[in-house]
């Protein structure tokens, strides 16, 4: 009979292809590690890992039986789960594949009121670029992805999750930190950090400034950074200004170091994302976050609906005001 904690392991030596590190992540002693290896290895009268000194790689048989031992271990913890469904409970494990900073900011918020709901489910998240959150949910690696752009494939399904807004930012001390609006002409001659050219962030940037006949190319750019996290932090040490998503830039703008400028006739407006595999079978921990964030969005709409109504009763005598309808799936509520 394998021993699971063995599989466990393996799976994840094969992930940081060194021994240390595996001990690490398990908290575990780096000989205890070793011996679950080879006991494994010796069981299965094969060499799992190619040792070349303190880093390992999988060997082929390692590399052909990794998919079998992460698809068992995910139907092991499927049985756990289902089992403490029908006993009444919600528990596990839901892992969330992350490709925005946007997203870094929106979900733990979000986590943790699910987890007061659900005290017994853990949660992880994993940050990579779009391509691999995509291929986390194809290899079942991720229950669930947030991601700005939509990348077909089959049987990936897609919500709306969150407006992004994203605006110009800059030092506190800066001449247009004291305007309320400038104009896209002002932004000839400034200095500018920028996001890598393949960013979600960069790519509506470019689109926005173009539609306002602006040539990014024509910009001062003085550093690219590859998350936003930093590009703020680099604003606020004066050495550009920037376009950021709000949510990452509000902690700074709250402390009064950096402040969003409106740009005349500039609007960048996106959606963040759900995603989950079709193919693949939920869990009752991801059953219950998708229900959460419907209830999530239905609260959120109601406000909305409220909100709107009581607007309208104060301009009743106004009939020219108009009135945007809400977006086909609302945003949910993070306050």
Same mark, same amino acid.
């Given at each position: 009979?394998? &021993? /699971?904690?063995?599989?466990?392991?393996?799976?994840?030596?094969?992930?940081?292809?060194?021994?240390?590190?595996?001990? +690490?992540?398990?908290?575990?002693?780096?000989?205890?590690?070793?011996?679950?290896? +080879?006991?494994?290895?010796?069981?299965?009268? $094969?060499?799992?890992?190619?040792?070349?000194?303190?880093?390992?790689?999988?060997?082929?048989?390692?590399?052909?039986?990794?998919?079998?031992?992460?698809?068992?271990?995910?139907?092991?913890? +499927?049985?756990?789960?289902? #089992?403490?469904?029908?006993?009444?409970?919600?528990?596990?494990?839901?892992?969330?594949?992350?490709?925005?900073?946007?997203?870094?900011?929106?979900?733990?918020?979000?986590?943790?009121?699910?987890?007061?709901?659900?005290?017994?489910? +853990?949660?992880?998240?994993?940050?990579?670029?779009?391509?691999?959150?995509?291929?986390?949910?194809?290899?079942?690696?991720? &229950?669930?992805?947030?991601?700005?752009?939509? *990348?077909?494939?089959?049987?990936?399904?897609?919500?709306?999750?969150?407006?992004?807004?994203?605006?110009?930012?800059?030092?506190?001390?800066?001449?247009?930190?004291?305007?309320?609006?400038?104009?896209?002409?002002?932004?000839?001659?400034?200095?500018?950090?920028?996001?890598?050219?393949? #960013?979600?962030?960069?790519?509506?940037? $470019?689109?926005?400034?173009?539609? /306002?006949?602006?040539?990014?190319?024509?910009?001062?750019?003085?550093?690219?950074?590859?998350?936003?996290?930093?590009?703020?932090?680099?604003?606020?040490?004066?050495?550009?200004?920037?376009?950021?998503?709000?949510?990452?830039?509000?902690?700074?703008?709250?402390?009064?170091?950096?402040?969003?400028?409106?740009?005349?006739?500039?609007? *960048?407006?996106?959606?963040?994302?759900?995603?989950?595999?079709?193919?693949?079978?939920?869990?009752?921990?991801?059953?219950?976050?998708?229900?959460?964030?419907?209830?999530?969005?239905? *609260?959120?709409?109601?406000?909305?609906?409220?909100?709107?109504?009581?607007?309208?009763?104060?301009?009743?005598?106004?009939?020219?005001?108009?009135?945007?309808?809400?977006?086909?799936?609302?945003?949910?509520?993070?306050?």
């Amino acid at each position: 009979m394998l &021993d /699971l904690d063995s599989l466990r392991i393996f799976v994840t030596a094969a992930e940081t292809e060194n021994f240390t590190r595996t001990a +690490q992540r398990l908290h575990m002693s780096q000989p205890s590690v070793s011996q679950h290896i +080879q006991n494994l290895e010796q069981q299965l009268g $094969i060499d799992l890992f190619e040792r070349h000194g303190r880093r390992v790689d999988l060997s082929t048989a390692g590399a052909s039986l990794l998919p079998l031992v992460q698809e068992m271990l995910r139907a092991g913890r +499927q049985v756990e789960e289902a #089992a403490l469904a029908l006993s009444g409970e919600v528990a596990g494990l839901i892992t969330l594949g992350c490709s925005t900073s946007s997203g870094k900011y929106v979900v733990p918020r979000v986590l943790a009121r699910y987890r007061e709901m659900y005290p017994q489910v +853990q949660a992880a998240v994993r940050v990579g670029p779009r391509s691999q959150v995509i291929d986390w949910l194809l290899a079942g690696e991720a &229950d669930i992805g947030i991601t700005s752009h939509r *990348i077909e494939r089959s049987g990936l399904h897609y919500r709306r999750f969150f407006e992004d807004k994203i605006s110009l930012v800059v030092p506190a001390d800066h001449p247009w930190a004291q305007r309320e609006i400038i104009q896209a002409k002002d932004l000839y001659g400034e200095r500018f950090i920028f996001r890598e050219a393949t #960013a979600g962030t960069q790519m509506a940037v $470019i689109e926005s400034l173009d539609t /306002l006949g602006v040539d990014i190319d024509h910009l001062e750019c003085v550093l690219v950074l590859d998350n936003s996290e930093a590009i703020v932090m680099a604003v606020e040490e004066n050495l550009g200004v920037a376009f950021v998503p709000l949510v990452t830039a509000e902690r700074c703008m709250t402390w009064g170091h950096i402040k969003a400028v409106p740009v005349e006739g500039m609007s *960048i407006t996106r959606w963040l994302y759900l995603v989950d595999n079709a193919n693949r079978s939920r869990t009752p921990a991801v059953n219950a976050f998708w229900s959460y964030v419907e209830e999530l969005q239905r *609260i959120t709409l109601t406000r909305r609906h409220a909100s709107q109504s009581a607007i309208a009763e104060h301009a009743c005598d106004a009939p020219s005001v108009a009135f945007q309808a809400p977006p086909e799936r609302p945003q949910p509520s993070l306050n």
